[in-house]
């Protein structure tokens, strides 16, 4: 559901999601019900048949995306954050601004790796209101 919600940016069918995942209709439909239940919430639902099947599902949500591995994790954003520094430093043409990257970068890289951990963490969680 995920890869197909980011192709195609809207709902999907269960017949959809089937084909692409090479499960029966009905073992789809059977963890869609089973997931659909699910709190919070994993993925939206529009519309339903009598016999509980739903018409079309999608717009996964980021604790889906978490769930399933489509989400970046702590150690991903701290990893990008710290090549960013360190590029950043490499390609800087004035040689204060490159000291200071550099530092920066040797404080994340060694005894501030924890503090970068909590700033990649804090980033992946803002889904809180301030």
Same mark, same amino acid.
């Given at each position: 559901? !995920?890869?197909?919600?980011? %192709?195609?940016?809207?709902?999907?069918?269960?017949?959809?999601?089937?084909?692409?995942?090479?499960?029966?209709?009905?073992? #789809?439909?059977?963890?869609?019900?089973?997931? /659909?239940? %699910?709190?919070? #919430?994993?993925? %939206?639902?529009?519309?339903?048949?009598?016999?509980?099947?739903?018409?079309? #599902?999608?717009?996964?949500?980021?604790? /889906?995306?978490? !769930?399933?591995? /489509?989400?970046?994790?702590?150690?991903?954003?701290?990893?990008?954050?710290?090549?960013? !520094?360190?590029?950043?430093?490499?390609?800087?043409?004035?040689?204060?601004?490159?000291?200071?990257?550099?530092?920066?970068?040797?404080?994340?890289?060694?005894?501030?790796?924890?503090? /970068?951990?909590?700033?990649?963490?804090?980033? !992946?969680?803002?889904?809180? %209101?301030?």
């Amino acid at each position: 559901m !995920i890869s197909l919600h980011d %192709e195609t940016g809207g709902l999907t069918t269960p017949a959809r999601l089937a084909e692409r995942s090479g499960l029966s209709h009905y073992d #789809v439909e059977a963890a869609l019900r089973a997931l /659909a239940r %699910e709190q919070p #919430v994993l993925f %939206e639902t529009q519309g339903a048949t009598t016999l509980g099947r739903f018409l079309k #599902v999608g717009n996964p949500t980021g604790r /889906a995306r978490r !769930i399933c591995g /489509a989400w970046p994790t702590p150690e991903q954003v701290t990893q990008k954050l710290l090549s960013a !520094i360190r590029d950043a430093a490499d390609t800087e043409a004035d040689a204060q601004l490159q000291a200071a990257l550099r530092l920066v970068s040797a404080y994340f890289h060694g005894p501030g790796r924890c503090r /970068a951990a909590a700033i990649g963490a804090a980033a !992946i969680a803002w889904d809180r %209101e301030w």
